[in-house]
């Protein structure tokens, strides 16, 4: 399925509105970052990325089993940092700059292998509808040129296809309640 296809697991964020580490919280007695790495491996991505942040990464390296963990020393400054450490050390990993990549947000978990099986059928940068992540990343060095803090949405042409999912974004307590 998608054989060869290097995958990012954005998992740096604060979670200051959760009140808890979003990469930890558990679905269906998965973490979220467990899951995100089990579906991309399942996918047959390889390597897989997590991007963490210090405090976690212990943590996040414990439910990352079959991924490489890394820290974002400054998450602070904006996920598109957290996407470039990611992609530096995929570079570093690979030795060479990949074609494309799949990003997925740890927060954004309504995706399946199906999503990915779709994504895969693109060659430009994609994301699906209606659950938004993960998103195929074809624009490597134009993302490594953005500011840490710019946004992807803001700055890359993004198509939009239909695929299987939901819209899921986990930031708040009550979005926690609404996983089940």
């Known amino acids: 399925m998608a054989k060869g296809v290097p995958a990012i ?9 959760l009140g808890q580490p979003k990469a930890l919280v558990k679905w269906k007695d998965e973490s979220l970052v467990s899951r ?7 996918s047959g991505s390889s390597p897989v990325i997590v991007v963490t ?3 976690l990464q212990v943590d996040v390296m ?9 820290v974002n020393p400054s998450p602070e400054e904006g996920r598109t940092g957290s996407l470039q450490v990611g992609l530096l050390s995929l570079i570093s990993e690979l030795g060479r700059t990949p074609r494309r990549i799949l990003v997925c947000p740890v927060d954004r978990c309504g995706w399946n292998l199906e999503t990915v099986s779709r994504l ?3 060659t430009t940068n994609t994301s699906p509808k209606p ?3 993960p998103l195929l990343l074809c624009d490597i060095e134009e993302v490594l040129a953005l500011s840490k803090s710019e946004s992807l949405r803001d700055s890359l042409e993004i198509e939009r296809i239909d695929a299987p999912g939901e819209h899921m974004n986990i ?5 926690l309640e609404a996983l089940g």
Do not use: Q
């Open 36 to 42: 995100s790495v089990r579906l991309l491996l399942e």
């Open 131 to 133: 659950s938004g992540h």
């Open 9 to 17: 697991v954005l998992a740096a964020g604060a979670s200051s509105r």
């Open 53 to 55: 942040r210090a405090e």
């Open 171 to 175: 930031d708040t307590p009550g979005d």
């Open 120 to 122: 895969l059928e693109c």
């Open 62 to 70: 414990l439910e990352s089993s079959g991924a490489t963990v890394v």
